[in-house]
């Protein structure tokens, strides 16, 4: 019986470290993206260095400056994604309608569709490509 005490004490000091590590975890994940995102980012700046010592011309060291400001802008259209978005939420409100049965899950997906049908409303309201092709003139225009 005091064998059996024992293990059920110890079980119920492992069963503590399961919270723990649950909340640990996603820290520990985060730290390794912000490790990673700074090494990558100086890795990127002393490349910079190396090649603007290579190059004579100052427009030319202007240009890379400027692209590693900017860096990579998501080409982001809203058309895409919101259809994406729609049939994300005609999904869950068929699932619901047809296989769960419950209302909860069906306005959950009237929801989502309807922010789908919002950012195909704002793909066409806000051409995201406007900056872009106004670069590219006026880059073509200097040369």
């Known amino acids: 019986m005091l064998t059996i005490l024992l293990h059920s004490q110890h079980l119920v000091n492992l069963s503590l470290l399961i919270p723990i590590f649950g909340i640990l975890l996603p820290v520990l994940i ?14 990127k700046y002393n490349a910079l260095i190396e090649v603007s010592k290579n190059i004579k011309d100052s427009d030319e060291v ?14 982001t ?11 994300t939420g005609v999904g869950l409100a068929a699932f619901d309608y047809y296989g769960l049965r419950t209302d909860i899950v069906f306005g959950v997906g009237l929801l989502v569709m309807f922010i789908g049908v919002g950012q195909m ?11 872009e092709i106004n670069n590219a003139v006026e880059s ?3 040369k």
């Not at 259209?77 to 049939?87: A, Q, S």
Request: charged share 30%.
């Open 30 to 43: 985060i730290f390794i993206v912000f490790f990673y995102e700074s090494k990558n980012k100086k890795n």
């Open 62 to 75: 202007k240009d890379l400056l400027n692209s590693f400001r900017q860096g990579k802008k998501s080409n």
């Open 77 to 87: 259209d809203y058309r895409k994604t919101g259809l994406v978005t729609i049939f």
């Open 121 to 131: 409303i704002a793909g066409y309201v806000y051409p995201n490509q406007a900056d």
């Open 140 to 142: 073509f225009e200097k």
